[in-house]
Every structure is written in structure tokens, then in C-alpha cells.
């Protein structure tokens, strides 16, 4: 069962074996791990969802490392964390990987249980920039489970909380209904109308409160926050 706080890890690697132990490690782990075999699918696959963090091979069909690496920093509407992981060794190597925007650098071969520790504490480091959030006058503070708005307090219940962090989070990216429902609820069994519902009952608080913020549905694609008139 998928847990609604695991870390997400895209692998974007050739090697069937080498994604195998990987996939096999890190679900014992709790995380949750796509894959792909081609650097076009990785980086179509890492624009398109959201992921902590992404294990990168430098050599690949269709699009090499560095460049697909390079891609992500000049397109993707956040800093996706990067972890290449390679059997190029040499310190010229690791310097080209940290100019094409790599956050970390593991040679194969390697232990999968340090590759899984480098993993966490890059989901860690995103998760500590991303404490606090702030859209108009909006502030959400994790740590603290408080939203300010305007300078007073502005009381959500949990899932809206939730469903608020998660908007601020992708902002001004639109978050799908899937998406939605899988950081909030995993692989739990939820009614078909219970997101609407709560989605509805956080557009009215931030009504209430003369929130500056618009929350929108855009149709086929899911639900986008941004600034507005309050």
C-alpha cells in the first residue's frame, strides 16, 4: 500500500538490472519509483509529475545525461532534485554533472543502501525549503500547521490544509485530480465526490477570509492556485 507521504523517485536508467534492485529496495522502503529506459521518456516523464527526486544515468539512448539534465533546469517550473548516478568516475566527470545543475553523484558501482540515503536526504532538503509557503497574502507554515492570511489566522481543517500545501507547493504548475487524491488519501478508497467536496469548502474559507488568492479548475488538466484580487 502506497503511503500518502512516501518519497517519489523517478530512475532514469538503461539498465533493466540495475532498476530491478533498485525498484526492489526502495518499495521496501515505502517509496514510490517510476522508471525509465530513455532519456526523451525520463524527461518528459519528470516535467509532466511530480517527483522528490530523480536518479539520473549519464549514458543513455535518445538524450545523454547531461544534456536531459540540463533540459530540467531550463524547463521544469521548480528545482526537481537530481542524483546522477554513473559509471563515469573522474573528477572532470563529476564537475560537468554539477554544472548541468546535479544536486549529488554516485559512482557505480554503489550500495543501494547509501544510494537510498542520498535519496532521503535530498527529499529531506526539499522538504525543509518548502516549510513555509507564500502566495498574495497567503502563508502556510508546515511546521507550525498554520495559515496566515493577511496577517490573522485562518483555520483550515486537515485535507485542507492538505489540499492548500499542495496547491502553494506546485504553484503556478496545475495539479491533477490523481495527484491530488494520491499525495492525500495513497492508495486508500475514496468516494468520487469527496475531493470536490473539500476542494468546495476551501474555495469558501478563502473567500471568507478575503484570501488575495484564486483557486481554478482547469478541465482535463485538474487545479491550479494563483494570485488574485481579494
Request: aromatic fraction near 6%; glycine fraction near 6%.
Amino acid at each position: 500500500m502506497t503511503k500518502p507521504n512516501a518519497i517519489t523517485v523517478l530512475v532514469i536508467e538503461d539498465n533493466p538490472a540495475i532498476q530491478a534492485n533498485i525498484a526492489d529496495y526502495f518499495a521496501l522502503h515505502g517509496a514510490v519509483t517510476d522508471f525509465a529506459l530513455q532519456g526523451r521518456q525520463g524527461a518528459a516523464l519528470a516535467l509532466e509529475n511530480y517527483y522528490d527526486v530523480v536518479i539520473l544515468d549519464l549514458t543513455l539512448p535518445q538524450l545523454d545525461g547531461l544534456d536531459l539534465c540540463t533540459l530540467l533546469r531550463r524547463q521544469a517550473n521548480r528545482h526537481i532534485p537530481v542524483l546522477m548516478l554513473t559509471a563515469r568516475d573522474s573528477l572532470q566527470n563529476k564537475l560537468d554533472g554539477f554544472a548541468a545543475g546535479a544536486d549529488d553523484y554516485l559512482v557505480k558501482p554503489f550500495d543501494l543502501a547509501e544510494l537510498w540515503a542520498r535519496v532521503q536526504v535530498l527529499a529531506g532538503r526539499r522538504l525543509q525549503q518548502s516549510y513555509q509557503l507564500a502566495l498574495g497574502n497567503i502563508t502556510l507554515n508546515k511546521h507550525r500547521q498554520q495559515v496566515m492570511c493577511a496577517g490573522q489566522i485562518m483555520p483550515l481543517k486537515p485535507i485542507a490544509f492538505q489540499l492548500l500545501s499542495i496547491l502553494l507547493e506546485a504553484a503556478p504548475r496545475p495539479v491533477s485530480r490523481s495527484e491530488l487524491c494520491s499525495k492525500i488519501w495513497g492508495d486508500e478508497p475514496t468516494e468520487s465526490d469527496a475531493l470536490r467536496s473539500h476542494l468546495y469548502q476551501l474555495r469558501k474559507t478563502l473567500q471568507q477570509h478575503g484570501a488575495s488568492v484564486v483557486l481554478e479548475t482547469l478541465h482535463g488538466v485538474g487545479f491550479v492556485i494563483k494570485a488574485g484580487a481579494n
